[in-house]
């Protein structure tokens, strides 16, 4: 079966730092992989998504990014954070089958930036 | 523009109740329907999804959800709630291109 993690579960960094979370998912081979950014307990903000190695899409500007070296893992990454990137960072992965996509979620990592 | 409605951003029911989680979406054509439950602190934790077929869905947990394509809904339902279902539901479409999340609603259940 599938399986997706996330680490660090909580972090907290300064202002100015930078940042790297990372997400691998097993069990799965070419899974499309998401970032999302979960404020203040609401919706959820898509951030990145990957549809193989290398290709990253940007869905929001601003100061994060994100790498897929590996088929299965997927970094958001900060070169120096910002209080406003403080939330719950949540990865996903999914698999299309005949246009049917279905996303399943990590466990979350909680950030907060002081 | 496709997007997700869920008018409901809190409900608190008693324990035993029935249940009721309201969804609309916005979309030309019939999309893909997912329900999530996230508890606090977690991640989302797919509950049901919609692709094709019976309109009625029966997901983990005791939950089911009917899409109605007149009414642009996909409702989750349960018959008697546990006080183990307190948590943030999120209603989310896939239109083939992008996944599209509501706002989510938070549970409350009272003894």
């Known amino acids: 079966s599938q399986t997706i993690h996330q680490w660090p579960a909580t972090l907290v960094q300064p202002v100015g730092s930078p940042l790297s979370l990372e997400c691998t998912v097993e069990?799965?081979?070419?899974?499309?992989l998401y970032w999302y950014r979960q404020a203040a307990g609401r919706g959820l903000q898509l951030l990145f998504y990957?549809?193989?190695?290398?290709?990253i899409s940007s869905e929001v500007p601003q100061n994060l990014s994100a790498s897929r070296p590996q088929d299965r893992q997927f970094i958001l990454s900060s070169k120096k954070l910002l209080l406003s990137d403080s939330g719950f960072y949540l990865c996903?992965?999914?698999?299309?089958?005949?246009?049917?996509?279905?996303?399943?979620f990590g466990p979350g990592t909680r950030l907060l930036v002081l | 523009a496709q997007s997700v409605t869920q008018p409901d951003i809190h409900i608190t029911v008693s324990e035993g109740a029935s249940l009721e989680l309201r969804c609309n979406y916005s979309y030309g054509a019939t999309p893909y329907l997912f329900w999530y439950v996230q508890s606090p602190g977690q991640g989302l934790q797919l509950l049901l999804k919609?692709?094709?077929?019976?309109?009625l869905v029966q997901g983990i947990k005791g939950f089911e959800a009917e899409f109605k394509r007149s009414q642009s809904s996909f409702n989750l339902r349960k018959p008697s709630v546990h006080w183990s279902d307190a948590a943030e539901y999120f209603c989310?479409?896939?239109?083939?291109?992008?996944?599209?999340f509501g706002t989510g609603t938070s549970l409350t259940v009272i003894p």
């Open positions: 990957s549809v193989g190695i290398g290709q």
């Open positions: 989310a479409v896939n239109t083939g291109n992008q996944f599209y």
């Open positions: 919609y692709f094709s077929g019976d309109t």
């Open positions: 069990g799965t081979s070419n899974p499309n």
């Open positions: 996903a992965w999914s698999v299309e089958t005949g246009g049917r996509e279905t996303q399943y």
